[in-house]
């Protein structure tokens, strides 16, 4: 995962599913998610929430922190920011599903929900067929 300003490539660590054959889902709150507005390089300040299924591989909690804390020195709209960790957390762990709701505070009198979703192929064709 690259920090985009600083060029770090910032690794999320995984470990080995305890119980791959099973459905679990992973719930996580992030309530002080920092980022900088690109127009402006004031501060954004979000809550996100991380659901996921994992397949093979669980996400480690303290490589995601270091992770998303990478982005208090990061210009993006709410969009690009919300989309970027996303895909950066599919690629790390390629879970079965994997959604973000990133609830910002308010900015110039408007609150910002992002909410962005993955699934696997896999779980694409079984929720087809049930």
């Known amino acids: 995962m690259k920090n985009t300003n600083k060029k770090e490539i910032l690794q999320i660590e995984t470990f080995p599913n305890p119980f791959p054959k099973r459905d679990t889902n992973i719930e996580m709150e992030c309530p002080e998610f920092t980022c900088l507005c690109p127009k402006t390089g004031q501060p954004d300040f979000a809550t996100l929430n991380i659901s996921y299924i994992p397949d093979k591989l669980c996400l480690e909690l303290k490589s995601l922190k270091i992770y998303l804390v990478s982005y208090r020195n990061e210009g993006g709209f709410h969009e690009k920011v919300t989309n970027t960790i996303l895909d950066d957390l599919v690629a790390a762990c390629k879970p079965r599903m994997l959604k973000i709701v990133a609830d910002f505070n308010?900015?110039?009198?408007?609150?910002?929900?992002?909410?962005?979703?993955?699934?696997?192929?896999?779980?694409?064709?079984?929720?087809?067929?049930?």
């Open 106 to 130: 308010v900015r110039g009198g408007i609150y910002t929900t992002v909410t962005v979703e993955y699934l696997s192929k896999s779980k694409k064709s079984k929720s087809k067929k049930g």
